[in-house]
């Protein structure tokens, strides 16, 4: 089963990803996860998110070994450093990301998250990626809605692809404000750490709901993310048997019960709530 996210540009992508945080950091496990990446590409997880910040570059070069040769089938998402998309820095860590990658181009290039170079500056920044053809569009990282508000009045802002947040179960925060906003303006939302950290894959709910599926307690948390509209979920796999899981996790469907006991258990939020970051 495939299940497509649309951009406001009409570019469609997977609804399923792969996160590489952490991944390239243990050289002992390198070819284990070059393998699961691939697996992954294999399966129809064709958009692959990574950063510079990530084992200071270590993942975007994993990343470019993984899809030499595959370029074509992959959508490319990394993310610049806030101290680094000023219009001064950002087109050299750009350069830099782009030649870890093996890559001519990104597929979406974000903020990572909002630091001291104001939104107008990094918007500019952006677009001259843009206009060099570094860089296909451009989005944010782990910013809240009133700060989406203000960089929608940022000349170019509109322009923002997508918004990348902590998203799961356990963290249900943007369901309340962010989340309607977004889909309003076709503005996907990727969902980092889908899985949760920590225990939500033992929490008593999840594990049952999993016996009752056939399915796996990840398939089942992963399934609750993609089931909303416009969300792009990107979990970390390093191994081949993980990333076959999380494929599977589209095969998941909720009855009426399922849903019920999980707001029961994980309730959706009443009022706007501070966002959550890692």
């Excluded at 699961?36 to 997880?45: F, I, K, V």
């Excluded at 999380?246 to 909720?254: C, H, K, P, S, T």
């Amino acid at each position: 089963m495939t299940r497509l996210v649309t951009f406001a540009d009409g570019t469609t992508v997977p609804a399923l990803g792969q996160g590489t945080w952490e991944l390239g950091d243990d050289p002992a496990l390198r070819d284990e996860q070059q393998q699961a990446l691939a697996r992954g590409l294999d399966l129809g997880m064709s958009l692959i998110d990574t950063a510079e910040l990530y084992g200071d570059g270590r993942s975007e070069r994993l990343v470019g070994e993984v899809i030499a040769g595959r370029r074509d089938e992959v959508f490319i998402v990394s993310k610049v450093k806030p101290e680094n998309a000023s219009e001064m820095k950002m087109m050299l860590s750009c350069e830099k990301s782009l030649e870890r990658l093996g890559v001519e181009r990104l597929d979406l290039y974000l903020l990572h998250w909002e630091g001291r170079v104001p939104l107008e500056e990094t918007v500019a920044a952006f677009q001259e990626l843009v206009d060099e053809g570094m860089i296909a569009r451009w989005g944010v990282s782990n910013l809240d809605l009133r700060a989406m508000e203000a960089l929608m009045q940022i000349e170019g802002g509109e322009d923002c692809a997508a918004n990348q947040l902590l998203y799961n179960l356990g963290s249900r925060g943007v369901e309340f404000d962010l989340l309607p906003w977004m889909q309003a303006r076709d503005m996907p939302m990727m969902a980092y750490s889908p899985l949760g950290r920590g225990g939500l894959l033992e929490h008593p709910l999840i594990l049952d709901i999993a016996n009752r599926h056939g399915a796996e307690p990840a398939q089942v948390a992963l399934a609750a993310v993609l089931r909303h509209d416009g969300v792009i979920a990107i979990p970390k796999a390093s191994s081949v048997e993980h990333v076959q899981a999380n494929a599977d996790a589209l095969e998941v469907q909720f009855d009426l019960e399922d849903l019920e006991r999980l707001d029961r258990a994980f309730p959706p939020p009443t009022q706007e709530t501070p966002l959550d970051i890692i």
